[in-house]
């Protein structure tokens, strides 16, 4: 409802994203997080401060000189390595039955071979009134969720106990805690999503049939982000916010491009949040369904990443090197840190947390060297 009232004011949707992830996981990695309390508030500082840095940069309006040193060659690792740093998250979910996970093979099934099939469907519109269109429905990731979630509850009891109504307010875990890993690692995830968002917005001004945003509507755009993000960190989510490609997608398959909907369907989130029953529902999906669908997300996501390239000469040394040293190590550094947990020791205990949660971040490791490399190494203009 911000972003679309007040924000970039286009059919923008907010909603968790997996860039954080990496740099949570670093966090609660961390030794001294022994109990799930500290580690959610340690967590939730950390998301609270960095998104500081994003309302910064969109009140300021710098985000059109940062753009001039983020390049493709600097995008393309770092949003491809949430998706692959994060396959043991997958792989974890998945093997506890692999017959299970097959929830990947009806995904693929459903948005790769039937995409083109259509289904009747009840429709509104106020030049047809209540009429059936025809939907390719198959196109959306929920069908194939539904149906395995359906086949599994045949077969699985699950019992769990909710109360019917809770109102989620900050400070609900304990007063958040900040400390400099944790805003470090947190930042890098701000930097991903904000860079996403500049692309979504783009994305979606054209698919919706408006002109491209100005710069003061991205800076504004920004800001509001920002501004949830940080109401994200202080209620406790676990997560922060960045614009949903997924649902600027739906605009281009369903030729609806209103901001009334989305105000509308946040009305709607604002209800469903404080029914515990309604998120219960998503709590009983099976461990091995969710992690089948990771297999096909996660590996979108580091395809989203990759497709980056497309705008740079691949038959550049240059480029290539940086392509490939960036990914490496930003798949090796983080395992060698989890293989050698304490390995380092400066004598300073938060300088030694800094520097494990940088070096556990995979996108982090991966995207600072390709910016570092990027703007060092020479290359033309078209090259990079």
Known sequence: MLQTTFGIRLPIM???????????????????????QRRIREVQGGIAVASCLQILLGFTGAIGFLLRFIGPLTIAPSVALIGLDLFSAAYDKASSQWGIAITAFVVVVCSQYLK???????????????????????????????????ACSMTMKQQYQYNPFRFPYPGQWGLPTVTVAGVIGMMAGVVSGFVE???????????????????HAINRGILTEGFGCMLAGVIGTSTATTSFSENIGAIGITRVGSRRVLQVAGFFFFVLGMLSKFGSIFVTIPDPVIGGLFCVMFGMIAAVGISNLQYVDLNSSRNLFIIGFSLFMGLTVPEWMKANKGVIQTGVIEIDQIITVFLETAMLVGGLLALFFDNTIPGTESER
């Open 14 to 36: 907010q909603g968790g994203t997996f860039s954080f992830l990496p740099p949570t996981f670093a966090i609660l990695s961390l030794p001294h997080n022994k109990f799930w």
């Open 116 to 150: 083109n099939i259509k289904v009747p469907t009840p429709t509104f519109s106020r030049r047809k009134k209540c009429h059936v269109s025809w939907t390719p429905v198959f196109k959306m990731f929920p069908v194939s969720l539904l149906f395995n979630n359906g």
């Open 197 to 215: 968002s500049i692309g979504d917005y783009y994305a979606c001004a054209r698919l919706s049939g408006a002109p491209n945003p100005p710069t």
